[in-house]
């Protein structure tokens, strides 16, 4: 990305259920990197896989954010409304040659390797072709055989060979609904995203992405992946683990809780919300933050 480029990030939950304290986290990290680098701070609702989300829950996620002091830029751009743009670079991808249709289900991938994130690693069945008598399902992405290596402002070095690793991805699910792959790409190209700070559970994804880019012909902004909380058990906070929600009394212990887990250190003492921030956008440092994938947070606040 150019250094004369102005800097851009976003927040991007999946309205699934209210804001969480891991949620919190990654809106915490981008929204303070945007602004201390002097850049803008976007948020978007990331409703591509429509059946998970719940009713009312993206508003009640914008309620939360508003309560706890974040501010943010322009309209919330909102997935679930894009399907022709999605449409439109799936078609461009098949153009290409780059883009196929599969007629594999799940219980017919069910014996394959896993890929680092638990997905199976995709053996190719109808990368040549459908085979006889099959119809279309999803559709997937052919990769080819390089490394995609990035720079992770948090991780630090990171690489991946997707042919390996990952094999052809799903851009467009069996059940119609764009992968979030294909959504993220084309969402972030066109809100002009130059940084993209989020949680480390999206870590794996990024190649994907850059894929993806690369093959369109977009931009490649710069990625920073932020340690994911997990509980006692090592379990990632959400909805399935019945993650308690950021809807406490006290807000400002929940901020000063954001900000320590992410390795920020504010002072005894410090009180009341407009306070936090304050603080926060005069001391915020991103190379404070540890540099795991995940950590478990003792403090984690609990909502009486």
């Known amino acids: 990305m150019s250094q004369s480029t102005p800097y851009r990030g976003r927040f991007a939950p999946s309205p699934t259920g209210p804001l969480h304290f891991g949620s ?22 990331e ?7 719940s009713s009312g829950a993206a508003a009640g996620i914008l ?4 309560r706890m002091g974040f501010e943010w830029d322009g309209e919330v751009m909102v997935q679930s409304r894009r399907k022709a743009r999605y449409a439109e670079l799936l078609d461009a991808l098949g153009g290409k040659g780059l883009a196929y249709p599969c007629a594999c289900t799940r219980r017919e991938l069910a014996d394959s390797a896993l890929a680092a994130d638990g997905a199976p690693l ?10 006889t008598g099959r119809s279309p399902r999803a559709w997937r992405l052919r990769v080819d ?10 991780q ?6 997707l042919a390996t690793e990952v094999g052809d991805f799903v851009l467009r699910r069996a059940d119609g609904f764009f992968a979030y792959q294909l959504a993220v790409v084309a969402d972030d190209a066109d809100q002009g995203v130059t940084h993209v700070v989020r949680g480390a559970d999206l870590l794996d994804s990024t190649p994907r992405q850059i894929c993806l880019q690369a093959c369109l012909g977009l931009p490649r902004p710069t990625y920073a992946h932020l340690p994911v909380v997990v509980d006692a058990a090592g379990e990632k906070l959400s909805k399935q683990t019945r993650a308690l929600p950021v809807d406490g009394d006290d807000d400002s ?9 992410l390795g920020q250190e504010p002072p005894a003492g410090l009180a009341g919300v ?3 921030w304050d603080w926060a956008h005069e001391h915020w440092r991103l190379d404070r933050v540890p540099r795991a994938r995940v950590l478990p947070f003792p403090g984690l606040p609990v909502n009486r």
Request: hydrophobic share 40%; charged share 30%.
């Open 122 to 131: 995709y053996p190719g069945t109808c990368r040549n072709g459908l085979p």
């Open 145 to 154: 055989a390089a490394e995609i290596a990035f720079e992770d402002e948090v």
């Open 63 to 66: 309620r939360t954010l508003e």
């Open 253 to 261: 212990a929940t901020l000063l809780a954001a900000l320590r887990f």
């Open 24 to 45: 919190l986290v990654a809106a915490l990290g981008s929204c303070l990197e945007a602004r201390v680098r002097g850049g803008e701070w976007l948020v978007r609702m």
């Open 156 to 161: 630090g070095e990171r690489s991946q060979r």
């Open 274 to 276: 407009r306070a936090i």
């Open 47 to 53: 409703d591509v896989d429509e059946p998970r989300c």
